[in-house]
């Protein structure tokens, strides 16, 4: 237990000096999560509300600040790794504790959520702490298990919707390993807090016509087609990166042999269907990898338990692991092992989080505090509230992109301004003003290699644009 203190509380150290001293800003979700919290509702458009609650409650108690930001999903990682190595050392044995508690830590899907605060990190927490709950609920059928697996399975849903998928998947489990524990009453006490706690976004939904549903489902059919094989391995690619490649390539494995005993076969059912159901979609679809991030929990104790029985594997999943940890925390390193062209600038992930602090500097100084400011691009307006001094109000008009959060608040930007783009300011808005006071392009280069352009326009009297909603979500 002493090792995994260290190893962990050694990671929540460098997570927090990583986010303090090196040049990666607050990537475009993370900014408008933290926007949200500023204004507090009941759900919102695309996202459940926990994700803004625990922003607004960082944002009390440290002010505003990338690390004030991302202190939850450090903190929540730190914790997470302790109940499970506590959890798998009373499920199984200590060593495959060891190893579930701080393998995982190494892979990228579980680093990137252990710093970005998006709704993936604290769901994955909550998701991971309603399946050890069920875990000893399953075993010992008690009513106050049941309870606390509804209330956590319920504060998952407040996270991200595909918490939904716990309750298919414990009557799975239950019908095939577990169904004289089904028949009685008790697990279906899980319900009830479970219920309570989604009823706010179920009635804010309501109050709303349905929004964030329908845009669930907008992802889910958006770009279908009969067979994308393209799409397909480009999410198996991106699940072997982000499980990193030894853990993946054991899966099929682990699930095989899992099924064959109830222990083995919960952790099981938890991830495997998981894992079917996003691949499949992907045949159709263009699947994101990190979709099926909440079933890495699961796969990752059956992984250590065959691992560790394996010292040689073990090592070798170990340094793989920490080499891509390294190579994912600092992409330079592709550059200076002379590797740049499996990473090239323009493909690396991290480029999303370059150069938004400078854009936030240069709309200050044009900014005298009066101005309103506004962009077409949601990504753009989050940036800007966070980065641009003093935190201002900002807006996003729709001039034909998809439907966001800033559609469902007042738009209020009339008077002077300052307008954001990726290209040249679209004519609808240049026609709404009196005219351009001032323009400056901030090239942003990350690697040696221009990899964004902004375009920001100081316009006099701006009026209302016409906005084109595209009708879609």
């Given at each position: 237990?002493?090792?995994?203190?260290?190893?962990?509380?050694?990671?929540?150290v460098?997570?927090?000096?990583y986010v303090?001293?090196?040049?990666?800003d607050?990537?475009?979700?993370?900014?408008?999560?933290?926007?949200?919290?500023?204004?507090?509702?009941?759900?919102?458009?695309?996202?459940?509300?926990?994700?803004?609650?625990?922003?607004?409650?960082?944002r009390e108690?440290?002010?505003?600040?990338?690390?004030?930001?991302?202190?939850?999903?450090?903190?929540l990682?730190?914790?997470?790794?302790?109940?499970?190595?506590?959890?798998?050392k009373?499920?199984?044995?200590?060593?495959?504790?060891?190893?579930?508690?701080?393998?995982?830590?190494?892979?990228?899907?579980?680093?990137?959520?252990?710093?970005?605060?998006?709704?993936?990190?604290?769901?994955i927490?909550?998701w991971?702490v309603?399946?050890?709950?069920?875990?000893?609920?399953?075993?010992?059928n008690?009513?106050?298990?049941?309870?606390?697996?509804?209330?956590?399975?319920?504060?998952?849903?407040?996270?991200?919707?595909?918490?939904?998928?716990?309750?298919?998947?414990?009557?799975?489990?239950?019908?095939?390993?577990k169904?004289?524990?089904?028949?009685?009453?008790?697990?279906?006490?899980a319900?009830?807090?479970?219920?309570?706690?989604?009823?706010?976004?179920?009635y804010w939904?309501?109050?709303?016509?349905?929004?964030?549903?329908?845009?669930v489902?907008?992802?889910?059919?958006?770009s279908?087609?009969?067979?994308?094989?393209?799409?397909?391995?480009?999410?198996?690619?991106?699940?072997?990166?982000?499980?990193?490649?030894?853990?993946?390539?054991?899966?099929?494995?682990?699930?095989?042999?899992?099924?064959?005993?109830?222990?083995?076969?919960?952790?099981?059912?938890?991830?495997?269907?998981i894992?079917?159901?996003?691949?499949?979609?992907?045949?159709?679809?263009?699947v994101?990898?990190?979709?099926?991030?909440?079933?890495?929990?699961?796969?990752?104790?059956?992984?250590?338990?065959?691992?560790?029985?394996?010292?040689?594997?073990?090592?070798?999943?170990?340094?793989?692991?920490?080499?891509?940890?390294?190579?994912?925390?600092?992409?330079?390193?592709?550059d200076?092992?002379?590797?740049?062209?499996?990473?090239?600038?323009?493909?690396?992930?991290?480029?999303?989080?370059?150069?938004w602090k400078?854009?936030?500097?240069?709309?200050?100084?044009?900014?005298?505090?009066?101005?309103?400011?506004?962009?077409p691009?949601y990504q753009?307006?989050?940036?800007?509230?966070?980065?641009?001094?003093g935190?201002?109000?900002t807006?996003?008009?729709?001039?034909?992109?998809?439907?966001?959060?800033?559609?469902?608040?007042?738009?209020?930007?009339?008077?002077?301004?300052i307008?954001?783009?990726?290209?040249?300011?679209?004519?609808?808005?240049?026609?709404?003003?009196?005219?351009?006071?001032?323009?400056?392009?901030?090239?942003?280069?990350?690697?040696?290699?221009?990899?964004?352009?902004?375009?920001?326009?100081?316009?006099?009297?701006?009026g209302k644009?016409?906005?084109?909603?595209?009708?879609?979500?």
């Open positions: 237990m002493i090792f995994v203190v260290a190893f962990n509380l050694f990671l929540l460098f997570r927090i000096l303090v001293y090196y040049p990666f607050l990537t475009p979700e993370e900014a408008q999560y933290w926007d949200w919290s500023r204004n507090l509702d009941l759900s919102y458009y695309s996202k459940p509300p926990m994700v803004a609650y625990l922003n607004f409650i960082t108690l440290l002010g505003v600040s990338p690390l004030a930001v991302r202190i939850t999903p450090i903190l990682s730190f914790l997470l790794s302790l109940f499970t190595y506590l959890f798998v009373r499920v199984f044995d200590q060593r495959t504790a060891l190893i579930v508690s701080t393998l995982p830590q190494l892979t990228i899907g579980f680093a990137i959520n252990s710093l970005l605060m998006t709704t993936d990190s604290p769901f927490f909550f991971s309603s399946l050890m709950l069920m875990y000893f609920a399953f075993e010992k008690s009513p106050k298990l049941w309870l606390l697996v509804g209330f956590f399975a319920g504060l998952s849903f407040l996270s991200k919707y595909p918490a939904v998928f716990l309750l298919p998947l414990a009557l799975l489990y239950g019908f095939f390993y169904r004289d524990v089904i028949k009685s009453p008790k697990p279906y006490l319900l009830l807090p479970a219920f309570l706690l989604s009823l706010p976004v179920l939904n309501q109050k709303h016509h349905f929004v964030s549903f329908k845009h489902s907008t992802l889910a059919s958006k279908a087609s009969l067979v994308n094989w393209s799409s397909f391995l480009e999410f198996l690619g991106g699940q072997a990166l982000l499980l990193s490649l030894i853990p993946f390539l054991l899966l099929p494995y682990v699930w095989l042999k899992g099924l064959k005993n109830s222990k083995e076969a919960f952790f099981v059912i938890f991830s495997l269907p894992f079917l159901f996003f691949t499949l979609l992907s045949l159709f679809k263009k994101e990898a990190n979709w099926s991030g909440f079933a890495y929990f699961s796969s990752f104790v059956l992984i250590a338990l065959y691992l560790s029985k394996s010292r040689l594997l073990t090592l070798s999943t170990y340094t793989l692991s920490a080499f891509l940890f390294l190579l994912l925390h600092f992409t330079p390193l592709f200076y092992l002379s590797l740049g062209k499996l990473l090239p600038p323009h493909r690396d992930p991290t480029r999303v989080g370059i150069g400078e854009l936030g500097r240069v709309v200050s100084t044009l900014r005298t505090g009066e101005e309103k400011i506004l962009s691009h753009i307006s989050a940036e800007l509230a966070f980065y641009v001094k935190n201002p109000r807006y996003c008009i729709n001039l034909g992109r998809r439907m966001n959060q800033y559609d469902l608040w007042e738009k209020d930007y009339q008077g002077d301004a307008f954001v783009d990726y290209v040249p300011i679209d004519q609808r808005v240049l026609s709404a003003s009196g005219g351009i006071i001032e323009e400056v392009q901030l090239p942003i280069y990350w690697r040696g290699v221009e990899v964004r352009r902004f375009y920001i326009y100081k316009l006099k009297n701006l644009v016409e906005e084109s909603m595209p009708g879609n979500y």
